[in-house]
């Protein structure tokens, strides 16, 4: 697809190849939090075509589609770590909730209160609830959570295009086995809210109504138990096929 004086036609490219970033983008989005929308995707991954057919014309010998799908997905791996936005402070906060999470759990052989959590911290009960009000906005999974290096993490993993890889599949149903047995372990008010927001896809204001509380507080227990569920995901995902 070139041009009459022997140039590669962009136009054509773009209108050949615009499938093959929405395939990507909706291949991404399947294995991410639910915030992630698939037009952003798309939208960066647009970018990344373009960038590829600038940049193809002063590769000779290589074959496009290759090139243009590296390109396609580097933009889109990009714009994902990007959007990772929890502030470092936060997200050590989080750290140190869910790893208070999973100490009280081994030790109760059951969910911890709020102030048996307070306690493990060394913290009071508001200063617990400060840290979970700054954790707000926390993925169940961020990219770097299961990283070995910079050069393999979460995002490389679950987002290449392993549709023939069946070693995937199993990890992916492990984890969605383990992530529904935790969701069925968290206490009661917890999983409501969990129900209200994913399932119902009410948001923090409807949900206080619901459950009588402030639209901060619910922030809050969003933010708890998020930090049950990843400490549970972190201690069972994998060993549970090892």
Same mark, same amino acid.
């Not at 615009?18 to 929308?37: C, D, G, N, Q």
């Not at 009410?202 to 930090?227: D, T």
């Given at each position: 697809? !070139?041009?009459?004086?022997?140039?590669?036609?962009?136009?054509?490219? $773009?209108?050949?190849?615009?499938?093959?970033?929405?395939?990507? /983008?909706?291949?991404?989005?399947?294995?991410?939090?639910?915030?992630?929308?698939?037009?952003?995707?798309?939208?960066?991954?647009?970018?990344?075509?373009?960038?590829?057919? #600038?940049?193809? =014309?002063?590769?000779?010998?290589?074959? *496009?589609?290759? +090139?243009?799908?590296?390109?396609?997905?580097?933009?889109? @791996?990009?714009? @994902?770590?990007?959007?990772?936005?929890?502030?470092?402070? /936060?997200?050590?906060?989080?750290?140190?909730? =869910?790893?208070?999470?999973?100490?009280?759990?081994?030790?109760?052989?059951?969910?911890?209160? %709020?102030?048996?959590?307070?306690?493990?911290?060394?913290?009071?009960?508001?200063?617990?609830?400060?840290?979970? *009000? &700054?954790?707000?906005?926390?993925?169940?999974?961020? +990219? %770097?959570?299961?990283?070995?290096?910079? &050069?393999?993490? *979460?995002?490389?993993?679950?987002? /290449?295009?392993?549709?023939?890889?069946? $070693?995937? #599949?199993?990890?992916?149903?492990?984890?969605?086995?383990?992530?529904?047995?935790?969701?069925?372990?968290?206490? %009661?008010?917890?999983?409501?809210?969990?129900?209200?927001? !994913?399932?119902?896809?009410?948001?923090?204001? =409807?949900?206080? /109504?619901?459950?009588?509380?402030?639209?901060?507080?619910?922030?809050?227990?969003?933010?708890?138990?998020?930090?049950?569920?990843?400490?549970? $995901?972190?201690?069972?995902?994998?060993?549970?096929?090892?």
């Amino acid at each position: 697809m !070139y041009t009459s004086t022997g140039i590669i036609d962009k136009q054509q490219h $773009l209108t050949r190849f615009s499938p093959l970033v929405k395939r990507i /983008a909706y291949h991404m989005v399947a294995r991410l939090p639910v915030s992630v929308e698939a037009d952003d995707l798309i939208q960066v991954g647009m970018i990344g075509l373009m960038e590829a057919l #600038d940049r193809y =014309e002063e590769m000779p010998g290589a074959q *496009f589609a290759t +090139y243009a799908q590296q390109r396609i997905r580097g933009a889109m @791996l990009d714009e @994902l770590r990007q959007m990772d936005w929890l502030p470092r402070g /936060a997200r050590k906060n989080m750290r140190q909730i =869910e790893a208070a999470v999973n100490a009280l759990q081994q030790r109760l052989g059951r969910s911890p209160s %709020e102030l048996e959590i307070a306690g493990e911290l060394k913290v009071s009960i508001d200063i617990y609830h400060e840290m979970l *009000f &700054d954790a707000r906005g926390t993925q169940l999974l961020n +990219y %770097e959570d299961f990283g070995d290096s910079e &050069d393999d993490d *979460f995002l490389e993993r679950n987002c /290449a295009d392993s549709r023939s890889d069946p $070693l995937t #599949d199993l990890l992916d149903g492990n984890l969605r086995q383990t992530l529904i047995g935790a969701i069925d372990a968290l206490p %009661e008010r917890e999983k409501t809210l969990m129900g209200l927001y !994913y399932e119902q896809e009410l948001n923090f204001k =409807e949900i206080g /109504a619901i459950l009588g509380v402030s639209e901060s507080r619910v922030c809050q227990i969003h933010s708890q138990a998020i930090a049950r569920l990843r400490a549970r $995901l972190k201690e069972g995902a994998w060993t549970s096929i090892a």
